[in-house]
């Protein structure tokens, strides 16, 4: 063959020119519905910018430049400000104001010894998400068997308790809290009320979507011998689905971590409410230590719960690709 000849391909066969053509229908259908859906997403965020600003009498845009102002506010008198305050240190700015009355917030637990307060209400939004995430747990680990739709046979139980688990994860938790603030007023105990309504709903669907795909020989094997219900997903289920069960409660303590510091912003206690008060009255050096405090917070959460579940579930189950 020549430098000149042209290579041609052959010539298709019916079969695939048939393929040929739906595959170009389907690349020009998939090419129109994402400049459709980016042209939506334009006229979505256009529509929503012009609400904005009107809802804010035409200020909205006037302002935008300013968005970073608030960050630049945060800049404390001297850089050893926000550690002398996440440590209840005195200050040497200290005037008599709020601003500066470190030492005040002080949790003693001997005449010497006591806990910083940030860290006492680090440990207080800590143990609502734990609380929560316990009661939460329990409550969705006894609903999930009855969910489950090869553990029970009753159509109408498993559609009540679905419907159920439905309902009590469809709200929020911060407007299950705003319920319960009215009723118990402020503090942590409609934290923990609203967070563990919430986690039940949750946790009750991840669990019996487990239970679901759960090997059914053992239960099999216990039905034949005779065992009754609670026998059968005793010994025949719980094992196989427990490591799972655990991955889930760890991750969703993580999330109710978070939940817990945002529903104390807006009065049930814990690291929340304290961040709110110290943004709102301007305290530079007590915002940079509550945040600084959050932030470390959650990582150590994050991190420990992760290497906790790679130990419960395996390493294996987290590998990419099968590696």
């Known amino acids: 063959m020549s430098a000149t000849d042209v290579y041609r391909a052959p010539a298709l066969s019916p079969e695939g020119a048939t393929v040929e053509r739906h595959w170009r229908d389907l690349a020009a259908r998939r090419?129109?519905?994402?400049?459709?859906?980016?042209?939506?997403?334009?006229?979505?965020?256009?529509?929503?910018?012009?609400?904005a600003n009107e809802t804010n009498a035409g200020k909205f845009f006037d302002r935008l430049p300013h968005v970073a102002d608030f960050f630049g506010e945060l800049k404390p008198r001297d850089w050893f400000d926000p550690v002398r305050a996440l440590f209840d240190l005195p200050s040497p700015y200290d005037d008599g104001s709020l601003k500066?009355?470190?030492?005040?917030?002080?949790?003693?637990?001997?005449?010497?010894?006591?806990?910083?307060?940030?860290?006492?209400?680090?440990?207080?939004?800590?143990?609502?998400?734990?609380?929560?995430?316990?009661?939460?747990?329990?409550?969705?680990?006894?609903?999930?068997?009855?969910?489950?739709?090869?553990?029970?046979?009753?159509?109408?139980?498993?559609?009540?308790?679905r419907r159920f688990l439905e309902i009590v994860r469809a709200f929020p938790e911060i407007v299950i809290a705003g319920f319960f603030l009215a009723i118990f007023s402020l503090g942590p105990v409609p934290a923990i009320i609203a967070v563990s309504i919430h986690t039940i709903g949750a946790l009750g669907k991840m669990f019996f979507e487990v239970v679901e795909n759960a090997d059914m020989k053992p239960e099999e094997g216990l039905r034949a011998v005779g065992a009754n219900w609670v026998e059968r997903v005793w010994f025949g289920i719980v094992p196989q689905v427990l490591p799972n069960f655990m991955s889930y409660f760890l991750l969703r303590f993580e999330i109710n971590v978070r939940a817990s510091t945002i529903l104390g912003a807006?009065?049930?206690?814990?690291?929340?409410?304290?961040?709110?008060?110290?943004?709102?009255?301007?305290?530079?050096?007590?915002t940079i230590a509550i945040v600084f405090l959050l932030f470390c917070t959650i990582v150590a959460v994050d991190q420990f719960s992760a290497w906790l579940r790679h130990r419960l579930v395996g390493r294996q189950a987290f590998a990419y690709g099968g590696e």
Request: glycine share 12%; aromatic share 16%.
């Open 100 to 161: 500066f009355d470190y030492p005040e917030g002080r949790v003693y637990l001997t005449q010497n010894i006591y806990i910083p307060e940030y860290f006492h209400r680090m440990i207080e939004t800590l143990n609502i998400a734990l609380f929560s995430t316990l009661v939460g747990s329990t409550f969705g680990f006894l609903l999930c068997f009855l969910a489950a739709g090869n553990i029970t046979a009753n159509r109408w139980l498993r559609f009540a308790t």
């Open 266 to 286: 807006v009065g049930a206690g814990g690291i929340g409410e304290s961040l709110r008060l110290s943004i709102g009255r301007g305290h530079e050096a007590k």
């Open 31 to 51: 090419r129109l519905y994402t400049i459709g859906g980016l042209v939506f997403l334009l006229l979505a965020l256009s529509g929503s910018l012009w609400f």
